[in-house]
């Protein structure tokens, strides 16, 4: 059986710059990408890529500005990389809704903590290229709306273009120039990643600057996150909106993620544990509960069910134990905690999130097995408001 236990996490520092601007058509992955030395001093392959790749500012401004003088409307989706179909249905939707799409890729230094995985984080640079451009053709070949529009440019800055004075410290008493949001950014996920949303909220509002896109798309996936940027554009008066898209879930529940890939296939199976616990917690707030307490140890009792952690052949997972980091009730706004005595507005609805660390395998089969990582998983799922009913 899967254990399950509660635990709560911290931080700290990192950081590398990069140089040189260019706007390519490179096929070559961009030297921001990796952490390496080379990140200094990239060489640029001729080979033709679907779009052009800015890695400065100056030439995406250009661009723009011409853009806003033809009248035409721009959408933004600010990425890491690792492109997965959750990625790419903020694309689509950016599509549908402008006339002009820009895609950033950027793994951005400042929202990792030095025992995070920014080294690591996937790169997959000529597979992203590949799969925005299959979502552009698909887009054009359809009959939906603004079947015109395109894909204007990936913007894959390097550190030293994003971080242009001093080196980009992710150490929360380090040295530049950051935006906060606090409360919001201090709870839940800012409570176990205390650095996190400074660089969340720095990194965006840098890309913002730089994009001036009349639209900016998130995952509802990272909820917090998107409450949050939400926050970020209305006190600082910038002039986008932002559109918040459901989260896209591979076919057993599990939320698309690019971590999800060091999981490996034993512990695969157990993570969809938390979807099924948020969805077990969300069937029982549909069914009239309304109670905080009610609501939340139903997604708790999920998780203590071992037998709910059935894998296709019948057998318990079990491969590993799941660590509990939180399970939370908010309110949808302003992401306030709902305290357990009390109950759920219908007439607001609320978010219940959760994130669970999933630890290594107990007994390692195989040398991928040997070699993993502590995983940590984020999920959320929208308690919608009923109309006419009161608490
Ligand atoms: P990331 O590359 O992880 O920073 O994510 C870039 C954007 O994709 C963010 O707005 C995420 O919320 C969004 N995103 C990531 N995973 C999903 C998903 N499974 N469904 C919808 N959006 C997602």
Known sequence: MTRVALRAFSLCALTRLGTRQIVSHSRRLPTHLTTSASRWTSTVSEAQTPFPIFRDVPPLREMRKKMFREGKEVG???????????????????????????????????????????????KTWEDDLRKLKQVQDEHAASSGPNSGSKIRGVFAPTVKVMYPTLPPSSDIAGSGSFVTITPLGNQLEGSSRPIFFRGVA???TKLFNIMQADRVYFGQKDIQQCVLIKRMVKDFHIPTEVRVIPTSREPDGLAMSSRNVYLG??????AVVLSRALFAARDLYNSGELRGKMIRNAAYDVFNQGSLVKRKDGQLGGSCQLEIDYIALSEPDSMGMIPDFAKVDPRR????????????????????????RVVRLIDNVILEPREGETK
């Open 202 to 204: 720095t990194v965006c």
């Open 76 to 122: 933004f989706v600010a990425t890491m990389g690792a492109l997965h179909d959750g990625h790419l249905s903020l694309v689509r939707h950016a599509l549908q809704e402008n006339t002009d799409v820009f895609v950033s890729i950027f793994v951005n230094p400042t929202q990792f903590a030095a025992h995070e995985d920014l080294d690591s984080y996937p």
């Open 349 to 372: 609805g609320a978010i219940l999130s959760a994130a669970v660390y999933v630890q290594p395998v107990d007994e390692p089969r195989s040398e991928e097995e040997v070699g993993q």
């Open 265 to 270: 296939e034993r512990r695969r199976q157990d």
